[in-house]
C-alpha cells in the first residue's frame, strides 16, 4: 500500500512499457527517510519525463505515477535472469552520480538566480 491505495508495480510497469521509446522498466517501492515512492527504471531510447508521466497519465490513477523516473542502459538481472530489484537502487545511486558529473557547468543566469536564492533566504548552496 501507498498513500492508502493498492499499488501492483506489475500494472505500472505493463502501462509504461507500452511507450514507444521504452525498451524494458520495472517499478519499485523505495524507502527513504520514513517516505516511500514509486520509482519507475526505464531502458529505452531516453523519452523525456514529462512524455513519460504524460502516457501514464492517460493510463493509470495519479496514486500509481511513479515520483521518479531512472533512465539506465540495462536493467541489472540476477542469476536466474529475472531483473534484480535490490540492485536497482545502486543502478540509481549510480545513475544520480553519473549525470552530476555530467552536468553542464552554471550559466551566467544560473549563477545569478542562485546567489538571488541565497541572498533572499540567506542560506548557502
Not at 527517510?33 to 519507475?40: A, F, H, N, P, S
Not at 531512472?70 to 534484480?84: C, E, H, M, Y
Amino acid at each position: 500500500k501507498l498513500r492508502g491505495f493498492r499499488i501492483e508495480p506489475g500494472e505500472i510497469e505493463a502501462a509504461l512499457a507500452t511507450h514507444p521509446a521504452v525498451e524494458h522498466c520495472a517499478v519499485v517501492a523505495r524507502t527513504d527517510d520514513g517516505e516511500t515512492r514509486l520509482v519507475g527504471y526505464v531502458v529505452g531510447a531516453g523519452a523525456p519525463v514529462a512524455e513519460l508521466r504524460r502516457h501514464l497519465a492517460a493510463l493509470l490513477p495519479d496514486y500509481m505515477m511513479p515520483a521518479a523516473f531512472v533512465p539506465l542502459d540495462a536493467l541489472p538481472l540476477n542469476a536466474s535472469g529475472k531483473v534484480d530489484r535490490q540492485a536497482l537502487a545502486e543502478a540509481e545511486a549510480e545513475a544520480s552520480e553519473t549525470a552530476t558529473r555530467g552536468a553542464a557547468a552554471p550559466t551566467a543566469i544560473e549563477a545569478w538566480l542562485v546567489e538571488r536564492r541565497q541572498a533572499a533566504f540567506r542560506t548557502r548552496a
